[in-house]
Structure formats: C-alpha cells, structure tokens
C-alpha cells in the first residue's frame, strides 16, 4: 500500500507544527525549506489542513500558519484522510455476488491499520524527538 507524496508532506508538516511553540506562525517557505518542496505545492496540501481543521492560517507579512486550536494533537489517520480522503483502499474488481470475501478482508485489514492510525498521534513522534535530542 502506498499513500502520496502529499501525504508524506502534510504528515512531516503536521510533525513540524506540533514541535513548535503553539502561538508561533512558520511561514510557507520555511515549511517548504525544511522539507526540500516548492512552496507552491506545499500550499495546496497546507489548504487541505486548514480545510480539515487541523491548522490555521493567517496572512500578512507576518502570517503562517499554526496547529489549530480546536484539534492541537492531530491522529495519523485524521491527517492522511485529510489529504487521501476515506475511500477504501481496495475495490474488489469482479462482479461476483454482493460478499466479495477478498474485499471482507481487506476491509478488515483496512480497519485495523486505521485503528492504529487513529490512536496514534503526533505529540507521541514529537516527544519521542524531543528525548532523541536530548540525549
């Protein structure tokens, strides 16, 4: 199974932002310098996270963007259903009767990969870098 690329962005982004003091705007092209992407690009995928609720945006000189104060420790899996969306990750392609069994157990497989997901958040990666740093 393979995610996106902007996938990947918004989840180092995600992780960028929760390490960092929560007033504090980080600009478009510091996000972009730190993860070595166009600035353009970055700020599609960082449109998707505002739209989802997980950041904040403010323009200006002095404007960026921020963890948002409503969901300041966002899942894995509330940032990659930001970017991917909820469509399964597997159709089965035949059009056999309504029990497809291959489907039921990707379902199944799906649903447990999403749990994990969804109990894993980014405080625990950025906390975990914390303690690396620190040694």
């Known amino acids: 199974m393979k995610y996106s690329k902007a996938t990947n962005y918004a989840l180092h982004t995600m ?6 003091a929560p007033e504090q705007l980080i600009s478009v092209h510091q996000l972009a310098e730190f993860q ?5 690009y970055l700020s599609k ?6 739209k989802a609720g997980m950041i904040e945006s403010t323009s200006g000189a002095n404007g ?3 963890l948002s104060r409503k969901n300041p420790d966002p899942s894995f899996l509330e ?14 392609s035949q059009n056999h009767n309504a029990a497809c069994l291959i489907q039921q157990v990707m379902v199944q497989a799906e649903e447990e990969m999403e749990s994990f997901l969804q ?4 405080s625990e990666l950025a ?3 914390r303690e690396a740093h620190s040694l």
Request: charge should be positive.
């Open 45 to 50: 995928i960082l449109t998707k996270l505002v």
């Open 127 to 129: 906390s975990q870098m």
């Open 15 to 20: 992780l960028y932002l929760v390490s960092t």
């Open 79 to 92: 940032i990659i259903h930001a970017i991917e969306g909820k469509a399964s990750l597997f159709e089965c």
């Open 36 to 40: 070595k992407v166009s600035p353009t």
């Open 119 to 122: 109990h894993k958040k980014m």
């Open 64 to 66: 960026g963007y921020r």
